[in-house]
């Protein structure tokens, strides 16, 4: 498994190596020892997600308010630009993002900490992305911010026509999530994780 870490802190890259074999392969996209080397914690699973895209759908950018939640995402199939960037207000990369190409043929994966928001634009038609993430769904805590805010200048490629939710073409600028107090906060998310039994991740961050 090689591990990168990303722009955005306590973010990291997880690539493991596929062993294929006259009848496919196998692959294992996480693995407790190089996760738990990388960001100090195992990965506490509450709920497995399944995500089947049509070519350019673009959905994102989401995060999960107060007390968060952590996500580790991999390509099942197809090929996917997946973005992460940091909402917490005080980080030392705060509104600094990364794009990670993913496909089932790498198997790359992204762990997302607490208070960092993920969106994903499929490359494929029938892309599968998978989500293992800590926390059961609860919608009222679920919000997005408009993926294509001047003020994010994210990498979304410029000649596709995408495909969105009826709730992410209308999400918010992130100047009014942060008027409205509706953005993360850094030291909260680092207490969080210390209350929560995970003060490893603080090593990264």
Request: aromatic share 8%; glycine share 6%; with cysteine.
């Amino acid at each position: 498994m090689r591990v990168r870490e990303l722009k955005v802190a306590g973010a990291f890259e997880f690539t493991p190596d596929p062993a294929p074999d006259r009848r496919g392969l196998f692959v294992a996209p996480l693995q407790d020892d190089a996760f738990v080397g990388a960001v100090g914690h195992r990965f506490p699973v509450a709920q497995v997600n399944t995500v089947v895209s049509k070519l350019d759908v673009l959905r994102g950018l989401h995060f999960t308010r107060t007390p968060g939640q952590r996500k580790y995402v991999h390509c099942v199939a197809g090929r996917a630009l997946d973005v992460i960037v940091d909402l917490r207000v005080g980080s030392p990369t705060y509104l600094m993002s990364d794009v990670v190409e993913m496909d089932a043929e790498s198997f790359r994966a992204v762990y997302f900490p607490i208070g960092t928001a993920h969106a994903f634009l499929a490359l494929a038609d029938n892309t599968v992305m998978s989500y293992l993430v800590s926390t059961s769904y609860r919608a009222e805590l679920e919000l997005a911010i408009d993926p294509f805010d001047p003020a994010l200048n994210l990498p979304w490629p410029s000649d596709r026509k995408v495909i969105r939710s009826d709730r992410d073409t209308v999400a918010p600028l992130l100047a009014d999530m942060r008027r409205d107090g509706l953005l993360p906060d850094y030291a909260d998310c680092l207490r969080i994780s210390r209350e929560t039994g995970y003060a490893g991740e603080g090593k990264a961050i």
